[in-house]
Every structure is written in C-alpha cells, then in structure tokens.
C-alpha cells in the first residue's frame, strides 16, 4: 500500500499549457517536499511546505499545502521543455520515523 | 560546497556476486540515507545512519547492510545478488539533528545484476 499517492502517473503536453499534479495520503504530514528528478540524476529538492494551507510559489511552479495537511498539489504555468522530469512528492511521515516517503512520482514530458 | 559524491556510477554484476557502493555526504553532513529506485517500486527507503550507527531501517532482507565511518562517509553492500536488486541506489545527505531538515541526493549508483 503507497503511503504517498501521486497521480496522474504520467503526463504529455504541449509547451505552453499548463498542468497540475497531486500528491495525497491518508495520514498527517508532517512536512512535504516537492522533487524533481531528470534521468541519471538524483532527486533535487523543488521546494517544502510545512503548514496547512500554505501556498508557495517558485517561478511558473506553485505549490499548495492542503489544510488538513494530508494533500499537496504542484501547478505549473506556461510548461517548456525544461520542465520535462519526474517529479515526486516526499514526506517525513508521523507514522514513519525520519526516513522519506516517496510517491510513485510523475513522469511529465513537455513537447516543442 | 561540492554535494553529495557516489561511487561508483554504474556497475554491472552476474547472480550471486556481491557489491559495495560508496557515498560521501555534503561536508558537515551527518547523517546518510540511501534509497533504491526501480520503475515498479518507485523509491523506497533502506537504511540511514548517523554518527556512525544505524538510526532507521527499511524493510528490505538481510542481504543489504551499510556502515558509516567516522568521516561520515557510508557504504552499502548487498551480497548473494538477484536480478531483482538491479535499480539506482541513491544516497541522501543531512545534518541529521531534525527529521525535517532537507536531504540532499547524490547522482546514484546504477547497478544491473545479470
């Protein structure tokens, strides 16, 4: 059982749309960070948000902390090519200890 | 500062055989995490150690152990390989005094086990 939903799995634009990826659980997050990971590379950390309801903006990517804190959203205006990654949503769990929870990610690819 | 450094890139091993990846923190850093990724799994977390002794552990067999030198440089090793264990093994730095703090992520090691 995935602690850390993501969806959708995958994801194929045009440049210049815009999209929105979700991250979801069932428990209490403590924190949760956003990743991007580009193929033979590790994760890089996008961004964390810790209180519920905070909406944290990076460029063309905003990032939204649900009240509840048990979901998290990622929207990306006007995508380019550059934007093309997995991106992946993490957490310290309350239930889990210190160690990161991953989604499954979300592989996006932004066509010219 | 130079980020998290592992060694080596890629790998490739038969059944049977054994492996040691290495991993060097951000200097400063404390605590090393690692973490297998494969396409049907996604990331799961192994081990992490701090100071020098293990903190937390995944839920993966035996097979798989680390270690932590005093210069908070961290080995993996995983004996009797399966062609399962093929994936990219990464390895997370942090200070390690807070669960919350940032991990940052090496390149990885990439292993095929044929």
């Known amino acids: 059982t995935q602690l850390l939903e993501q969806s959708p799995q995958f994801l194929s634009i045009q440049e210049g749309e815009n999209l929105t990826v979700y991250c979801n659980s069932s428990s209490v997050f403590s924190s949760l960070q956003w990743y991007r990971q580009e193929p033979g590379e590790g994760p890089v950390l996008l961004v964390t948000v810790v209180t519920g309801g905070e909406v944290k903006k990076l460029k063309r990517l905003t990032f939204q902390f649900g009240d509840a804190r048990k979901d998290s959203s990622l929207h990306i205006t006007a995508a380019q090519p550059g934007d093309t990654g997995l991106y992946l949503c993490?957490?310290?769990?309350?239930?889990?200890?210190?160690?990161?929870?991953f989604g499954e990610g979300t592989q996006l690819t932004v066509n010219p | 500062k130079a980020g998290v450094t592992q060694t080596p890139r890629y790998l490739i091993k038969t059944r049977g055989q054994q492996v040691t990846l290495s991993c060097s923190p951000i200097?400063?850093?404390?605590?090393v995490s690692w973490y297998q990724q494969t396409p049907g799994q996604g990331l799961q977390f192994l081990f992490e150690?701090?100071?020098?002794?293990?903190?937390n552990k995944g839920n993966f067999p035996g097979r798989f152990s680390g270690r932590q030198f005093s210069n908070s440089r961290s080995e993996m090793n995983v004996s009797t390989l399966e062609l399962g264990d093929s994936a990219l093994y990464l390895c997370a730095s942090s200070l390690g005094w807070s669960r919350e703090e940032t991990q940052y992520f090496g390149p990885g090691t990439r292993l095929l086990v044929l």
């Open positions: 993490a957490s310290t769990l309350e239930t889990s200890g210190s160690r990161l929870t």
């Open positions: 150690y701090f100071s020098e002794t293990q903190r």
């Open positions: 200097s400063g850093h404390r605590s």
